[in-house]
């Protein structure tokens, strides 16, 4: 949230870290402020102190000030923190006014057109004659593939209803089979599937569990089946 609020992130890589994906950032941050452009986060390199006289003279100061913290207690210990705070930060005052940051102009959700669904999978077999099942593409075997389509089935499902002549509507048809039989012997997991679907919060889902299966299970824990075990237990 921190780093939401700062607008300084990897888009990318915060993308990866929330449970649903890029429509997370969207739900973090306020309704009124959607436009605002997250800012790419500023770190500063070996070759930016180099380029950088005043920047190599700050942090040339900043490394004196952090032996003489060793040597003060006190009302002294408390000023030099501060002044190494604040030295801190003109760090990146200072790289960004001679380097700055590109910054997109927009941000949006991708529109692009999506490419195939194609999908190969063959058994190889090791020296010892042990056979091992090999996949590439959009395979229901890669457990990181089931996960994506987890996250968007019913939307997916939607929107290829009808939509015979389309690879998603035999993905969805596929995958719904195979969400039966994987999880016929688990009915806890087969109702964390159907509330994450209809939207409930990790919290709500830690209490309905409870008063159905009198499992109690943390919010955590509820967020690492959904994103990790149930879909590799499915692509298994």
Same mark, same amino acid.
């Given at each position: 949230?921190?780093?939401?609020?700062?607008?300084?992130?990897?888009?990318?890589?915060?993308?990866?870290?929330?449970?649903?994906?890029?429509?997370?950032?969207?739900?973090?941050?306020?309704?009124?402020?959607?436009?605002?452009?997250?800012?790419?986060?500023?770190?500063?390199?070996?070759?930016?102190i180099?380029d950088?006289?005043?920047?190599?003279?700050?942090?040339?100061?900043?490394?004196?000030?952090?032996?003489?913290?060793?040597?003060?207690?006190?009302?002294?210990?408390?000023?030099?923190?501060?002044?190494?705070?604040?030295?801190?930060?003109?760090?990146?005052?200072?790289?960004n006014?001679?380097?700055?940051?590109?910054?997109?102009?927009?941000?949006? %959700?991708?529109?692009?057109?999506?490419?195939?669904?194609?999908?190969?999978?063959?058994?190889?077999?090791?020296?010892?004659?042990?056979?091992?099942?090999?996949?590439?593409?959009?395979?229901?075997?890669?457990?990181?593939?089931?996960?994506?389509?987890?996250?968007?089935?019913?939307?997916?499902?939607? %929107?290829?209803?009808?939509?015979?002549?389309?690879?998603?509507?035999?993905?969805?048809?596929?995958?719904?089979?195979?969400?039966?039989?994987?999880?016929?012997?688990?009915?806890?997991?087969?109702?964390?599937?159907?509330y994450?679907?209809?939207?409930?919060?990790?919290?709500?889902?830690?209490d309905?569990?409870q008063?159905?299966?009198?499992f109690? %299970?943390?919010?955590?824990?509820?967020?690492?089946?959904?994103?990790?075990?149930?879909?590799?237990?499915?692509?298994?």
């Amino acid at each position: 949230m921190a780093t939401i609020t700062k607008r300084e992130t990897s888009y990318e890589g915060l993308v990866g870290q929330l449970e649903n994906g890029e429509d997370g950032i969207y739900n973090l941050i306020a309704e009124n402020t959607k436009n605002i452009i997250l800012q790419p986060k500023v770190s500063i390199t070996k070759q930016d102190i180099e380029d950088i006289p005043f920047l190599k003279q700050l942090r040339d100061s900043i490394t004196r000030w952090e032996e003489l913290q060793k040597r003060v207690s006190g009302r002294d210990a408390f000023i030099v923190k501060r002044s190494l705070i604040e030295m801190r930060k003109d760090q990146y005052i200072i790289k960004n006014a001679f380097k700055p940051p590109i910054v997109f102009s927009q941000l949006t %959700h991708n529109t692009a057109s999506p490419p195939p669904l194609d999908s190969e999978e063959w058994i190889e077999y090791d020296d010892a004659g042990n056979a091992c099942v090999k996949y590439s593409g959009i395979s229901l075997l890669d457990p990181q593939i089931v996960a994506e389509i987890l996250q968007v089935f019913p939307g997916l499902k939607a %929107h290829s209803k009808g939509q015979y002549e389309k690879d998603s509507w035999y993905i969805v048809q596929d995958f719904e089979k195979l969400l039966d039989a994987a999880l016929a012997q688990y009915p806890m997991y087969r109702r964390i599937i159907q509330y994450k679907m209809d939207k409930y919060t990790n919290a709500e889902i830690q209490d309905f569990l409870q008063k159905e299966f009198h499992f109690t %299970h943390s919010a955590e824990y509820i967020s690492s089946l959904w994103r990790n075990k149930i879909p590799k237990l499915i692509a298994q």
